[in-house]
């Protein structure tokens, strides 16, 4: 089962190191401060944490503007899920 929710930023880990294109981040900065979030980003629920392995463009542009929340898709899963993305 998947629902879309606000998720405090600082609770959600992203446990792959990402290279993110500045200019991308810059556009989605300028974006989101115009007209909001319009993608949810996906994050992993596993055992009450969060883990993001998409969206990170969309996550660093948010960190940079300041925003606590960031709107997402959360979908629960195992532990053992949570290794395979890992892997």
């Given at each position: 089962m998947v629902r879309i929710q606000e998720?405090?930023?600082n609770q959600i880990k992203r446990p792959l190191p990402r290279q993110n294109d500045p200019q991308k981040v810059k556009e989605l900065m300028d974006s989101i401060a115009a007209i909001g979030q319009q993608e949810p980003i996906e994050v992993l629920e596993v055992e009450g944490r969060y883990y993001g392995f998409s969206g990170c463009h969309r996550y660093e542009a948010c960190q940079r503007l300041g925003k606590e929340t960031i709107l997402a898709r959360v979908r629960k899963a195992t532990p053992s899920v949570l290794?395979?993305?890992l892997a």
């Amino acid at each position: 089962m998947v629902r879309i929710q606000e998720i405090p930023l600082n609770q959600i880990k992203r446990p792959l190191p990402r290279q993110n294109d500045p200019q991308k981040v810059k556009e989605l900065m300028d974006s989101i401060a115009a007209i909001g979030q319009q993608e949810p980003i996906e994050v992993l629920e596993v055992e009450g944490r969060y883990y993001g392995f998409s969206g990170c463009h969309r996550y660093e542009a948010c960190q940079r503007l300041g925003k606590e929340t960031i709107l997402a898709r959360v979908r629960k899963a195992t532990p053992s899920v949570l290794k395979m993305h890992l892997a």
